[in-house]
């Protein structure tokens, strides 16, 4: 079945940066549109960027563009967010997805 697994969360201080990987298992992942969202305290999910399965076309929301960035390595299964010039707003857990499946999550906190 399918398995995404997130790592990478933490604590760090604004204008830090954490890089996020999910470890997919359970289907063809190079064929498969793959997306973050993260999800802040007492918040709704908000959608944080996409990547097609190629890796050649990258999407962003607004809040994060210019200081994340989305990849992934096909030969490793694996999808990676990497995340500067972060802010306080960017608190939340980060969830790895593949349609309506979701991981467990990484939290990541920002703060000093």
């Known amino acids: 079945q399918v398995q995404l697994v997130e790592a990478g969360g933490g604590l760090v201080q604004p204008g830090g940066s954490l890089r996020l990987s999910c470890a997919a298992s359970?289907?063809?992942?190079?064929?498969?549109?793959m997306s973050w969202f993260r999800q802040a305290p007492g918040k709704g999910l908000e959608w944080v960027s996409s990547?097609?399965?190629?890796?050649?076309?990258?999407y962003y929301a607004d809040s994060v563009k210019g200081r994340f960035t989305i990849s992934r390595d096909n030969n490793k299964n694996a999808l990676y967010l990497q995340m500067n010039s972060l802010t306080a707003e960017d608190t939340a857990v980060y969830y790895c997805?593949?349609?309506?499946?979701r991981g467990q999550g990484t939290q990541v906190t920002v703060s000093s």
């Open positions: 997805t593949k349609g309506s499946t």
């Open positions: 359970g289907f063809t992942f190079s064929d498969t549109y």
């Open positions: 990547i097609s399965g190629d890796g050649t076309k990258t």
